[in-house]
C-alpha cells in the first residue's frame, strides 16, 4: 500500500485545479444541486434506470421531504449539498448491493460504456479514471471548454451514446440511464487522492468479480504517481 503522505507530497496531475473562493461559482438545482466552477476536476456517478427498486426511491422521497422540512426556504448551497451527501451515500451502499439487472456486467454491454467514455476524451475533456460497475459508474473527469462542453453535455453524451449501443445490441428499446447524474468538484489533491481510492476499491467493496467490472486511470497520471493502491 501506498504511503499516503509521500502520494500527497507529489504535484497533483497536470491540469487538476482545486476549487478556489477567488473564482465564480454558479449552481443549480434539479432533485440534487450542482455547483460548477470553470476548470474544475469532477467526481460523477450515474447509474441504470432499473439499478434501485420502488422501495428505495420512496425512501429519498420521504429523506428529501423530511429534510426540506426541516430546512425551509432561503435555502443555502450549504444545505442543500448536505441532503445531496446523505442521499449519495445511501444510493453508493444501495448500488453497491448490486439490484436491478445489473446489464454492464457483461462484457460487450460494459465495452460500449468504455467507447463513450473515451470518445473525444482530450478535445472536450480530460478523463482522470472511471470504474464501470454491474449497475452504475464512477468517474473523474475535467470538461476542457466549460462553456461549449459543459458538465451536463458531456454526460449527456456519454450516456446517450452508450445507451443506444446497448440498446442495438440488446435488440431492445427505452430508458438505460437514470435521468439526474450525481457530481461534486474534487477540492484539491487530497480529495482526488480519496476519490481515486475509492473509484479503485468499489469492486472489491461490492464483492464483483473481476470479469463483471471495467476499471481504468489515465496512464500520464500513472506517470505523475497518482494510482490506485492495490487490494489483496
Request: hydrophobic share 35%; proline share 6%; aromatic share 10%.
Amino acid at each position: 500500500m501506498a504511503n499516503t503522505n509521500q502520494t500527497f507530497n507529489l504535484p497533483p496531475p497536470i491540469g487538476f485545479q482545486p476549487f478556489r473562493d477567488d473564482l465564480p461559482v454558479t449552481w443549480y438545482k434539479q432533485d440534487l444541486p450542482h455547483l460548477r466552477q470553470d476548470g474544475e476536476t469532477y467526481f460523477v456517478t450515474f447509474r441504470l434506470n432499473d439499478s434501485l427498486p420502488q422501495s428505495k426511491l420512496r425512501e429519498l422521497r420521504q429523506l428529501r421531504e423530511e429534510w426540506m422540512h426541516k430546512h425551509p426556504p432561503p435555502r443555502t448551497f450549504a444545505i442543500l449539498d448536505e441532503l445531496s451527501q446523505e442521499i449519495m451515500r445511501r444510493v453508493e451502499r444501495w448500488l453497491d448491493q448490486q439490484m436491478g439487472s445489473c446489464i454492464l456486467g457483461h462484457e460487450k454491454l460494459a465495452a460500449e460504456v468504455v467507447n463513450a467514455l473515451h470518445r473525444l476524451d482530450g478535445q472536450n475533456h480530460e478523463l482522470g479514471c472511471f470504474v464501470v460497475m454491474p449497475n452504475h459508474v464512477h468517474a473523474v473527469v475535467r470538461p476542457l471548454t466549460s462553456k461549449e462542453m459543459s458538465l451536463e453535455l458531456i454526460l449527456r453524451r456519454w450516456k446517450g451514446g452508450s445507451a443506444r449501443d446497448i440498446n442495438l445490441i440488446r435488440k431492445s428499446s427505452g430508458a438505460i440511464w437514470q435521468r439526474e447524474s450525481f457530481d461534486r468538484i474534487i477540492r484539491d489533491a487530497e480529495h482526488l487522492y480519496r476519490v481515486i481510492q475509492y473509484i479503485g476499491r468499489n469492486p472489491a467493496k461490492a464483492g464483483v468479480a473481476a470479469e463483471r467490472y471495467r476499471l481504468w486511470i489515465r496512464p500520464s497520471w500513472i506517470q505523475q504517481g497518482w494510482d490506485f493502491e492495490k487490494t489483496s
